[in-house]
Structures are given as C-alpha cells and as structure tokens.
C-alpha cells in the first residue's frame, strides 16, 4: 500500500510539472488526453490485481484431485516398499539356513560323523536351540553369531510364545523358560541321553550320522519353523503362531528347508501340502520337511 501511494504521488508531481517531462523528453501519458492517475490505474494497477485474481483462483476439485493422486502414489510406493522388506527378509533368512547347513556338515566330519545331539523330551519342538547351545560345542566353535539363529520374518511376526525372552538372551535361557527356542526346526542329530555313541536313535524322520544319509538332497536337515498341529489343517486356514513366514492362509505361506547336501530351497503351499514334505515329529505334530530316503538293499 505504501508502495501504490507513493507511485501515484510521483505521477502526480510529474503530471503537474509538465515541464520536466518536456525537458527530459518524457511524454507523461501514452495519449494526450489520459490523465496521469488514470494511466497509473490501468497500467500498473491493474495487471497486478488481475494477477493477484488468477493465482487465487484454486478450485476445490483441482485441490482434490492433488490430493487424490498423491494418496495413489503413497499407495503404490508403501506396497513396493513392503515387498522389497520382505523378499529382504526371505534372502536373510536364506542365509542364516546355508550358514547352519555348513556348520552342521564341518561339525559331522569333525566328530566322527555325529551331527550335534537333541534332547528327547524335544521330539515335538524341533525349533529349540538347545542342541546347539547345551549339548553340543556348535553354537561356541562353529556358528557363534547369534543372529543366524533367528529369521528375520519370524522376529517381525513374533510367532513363538518365547520368542520375546529367547532372542535377548540366546544363547542363554530365559528365567521363565524351560527350553531355548531359536527359529529352525532341526531334524538330525541323535538323543543325547542314549550313550555310549553309536547311537543312531533320532526320533524326528532325521539322521544321527551323517554315514546314513543316502539320498542328500532329499533329506532335510534344517527347516523354517512350518507346524501344522497335531491334525492336517484346511489349507485355508490361518497358519497358527508356529511358522515363520506366515501369511492370511496356509496356501499363500512357505518356507525354506536345507538339505543335507548343503542347498537351501523355498517351499510353496500354494498347491497344497506336499505329500513327500508332511510328518510327524516324535508322533506327535505335523511338520513341513523332507522325510530322509531309507536304504534299502537289493537282493
């Protein structure tokens, strides 16, 4: 505003003091018969005020419409963003399985053969650590980092009840804990309370040594934690809170398995519960892993 008033005052000085113009060659108004102060309205003023009008011209549907398109694009860059996390999780995970693989092979050919021993009370609950932690030197001599023992989809979901108290302190035992669950089932491995060695007891469709294994790459020595209970379930049901990659149904959920030849591979339930991939462990839960191949001599 001051600044209008002070530019009117100044055409109005020149417009009353013609002569200054002349002198300096300056016509005061484009045409002889506009007054100073009219040129100023329409010349300066008004361009400014029309301006001023179209930038404030914003619709409530253009605004609408901005706010429409950058809901679609949040949209679309969390779910991009979600799956790139997951299939993150799934390759970490992969490689905790093949770093576990390779230690439970050097340990078997550093001990005779023997893979680390299990407990027999835990037929029914592969997934606890304590054949890592308590009957064996493995988790000391051969993988001693912790986060290879846990699956990084599983801590997200927090799918075990003790989940919570086994990561922070693994490889100890939480007070009110009486197993050390990790995320891996482990299906090797003989019953440590059966000595003196040889002892070939497993008890979980596994091997106790590793001169059993006759077909490797259909043997499983570690899996995802995959229970199905002591019943086959709908495959449109809810996987329960005993599967690390679990999604709305079991059909849409997998996981992967490590074989004894030392490759790990993802398993889909999206055709249905493999046959060849469903036992029990100690007679008691359904579990998804590969039934070693039995030996059988020709006559």
Known sequence: MLIREFLRKVWSYFNRNKWILTKFKVRPTPHPRMNMNVFFEKSILAPRQRGKQS??????????????????????????????????????????????????????????????????????????????????????NYVPNKQVYFCPTDMKNTVKSEAFDCYPVFPGKASNAWRTNISYAYFFGYNQWDTPLPNLNNGRNGYANIMQ???????????????????????????????????????????????????????SMQDGFPEDLVFKSGGRNYYIHQKPVEYVATP
């Open 55 to 140: 930038r404030s011209a914003f619709t409530l549907i253009e605004l609408l419409v901005v706010i429409a398109i950058i809901g679609i694009l949040v949209g679309l860059l969390s779910a991009i963003t979600t799956r790139s996390l997951d299939r993150s999780r799934r390759t970490a995970c992969s490689s905790n399985m093949r770093t576990l693989v390779q230690g439970l092979l050097v340990y078997a050919n550093d001990h005779d053969g023997y893979f680390p021993p299990t407990a027999q009370n835990s037929n029914s609950w592969p997934w606890e650590g304590d054949w890592a932690v308590r009957y064996s030197d493995f988790y000391v």
């Open 213 to 267: 294994v006759f077909a490797p790459s259909q043997s499983t020595m570690i899996a995802d934690v995959m229970k199905l209970g002591s019943s086959l379930p709908s495959m449109d049901a809810t996987p329960g809170r005993d599967w690390n990659h679990k999604e709305s149904t079991y059909r849409k959920s997998g996981g992967h398995i490590g074989n004894a030849d030392g490759h790990v591979r993802w398993i």
